[in-house]
C-alpha cells in the first residue's frame, strides 16, 4: 500500500518558519517526483515546489522562490519543505504528492488530477 504521510503544518505569524515533511512508503523513491501543492478550499490545487529523487533537481512557484527549500532525503523516503519569511497569503492545506515517471520539468506542467498518489494534505496558517 503506497503512503504519503504530510506533517509538520501549523499557526505562525508572518516572517516566521514552518518544516513539512513529506515520508513515503510503498514506492521506489528514486522513481517519483515528489511535489508540494497548496489548496485553498474552493479553488484548485496550486503547485509550489517539487524535487527529482533521481537527480535532486528542483522547481519553485515564483511565489514562494527564494523563501521555501525543497529537500529529499532517500534514506528516510521523506520529502521537506523547508518554508521561511511566511506570508499570510502562504495559508492553506498543503498536501504532498507522487509522480513518476517525468522530470520536474514537466511535472509542472502535471495537472494535479494526473498525479500518481497524494498524502492527506496538513494545514499552514500564517497570521498578519
Known amino acids: 500500500e503506497v503512503q504519503l504521510q504530510a506533517s509538520g503544518g501549523g499557526l505562525v505569524q508572518a516572517g516566521g518558519s514552518l518544516r513539512l515533511s513529506c515520508a513515503a512508503s510503498?514506492?521506489?523513491?528514486?522513481?517519483?517526483?515528489i511535489g508540494w501543492f497548496r489548496h485553498i478550499p474552493g479553488e484548485e490545487p496550486e503547485w509550489v515546489s517539487c524535487i527529482s529523487n533521481s537527480n535532486d533537481a528542483t522547481v519553485y512557484a515564483d511565489s514562494v522562490k527564494g523563501r521555501f527549500t525543497i529537500s529529499s532525503d532517500s534514506a528516510k523516503n521523506t520529502v521537506y519543505l523547508q518554508m521561511n519569511s511566511l506570508k499570510p497569503e502562504d495559508t492553506g492545506i498543503y498536501y504532498c504528492?507522487?509522480?513518476?515517471?517525468?522530470?520536474?520539468?514537466?511535472?509542472?506542467?502535471?495537472?494535479?488530477?494526473?498525479?500518481?498518489?497524494w498524502g492527506q494534505g496538513t494545514l499552514v496558517t500564517v497570521s498578519s
Open positions: 504528492a507522487a509522480l513518476s515517471g517525468l522530470t520536474t520539468a514537466q511535472a509542472i506542467r502535471t495537472i494535479a488530477e494526473k498525479w500518481d498518489y
Open positions: 510503498g514506492i521506489t523513491f528514486d522513481d517519483y517526483v
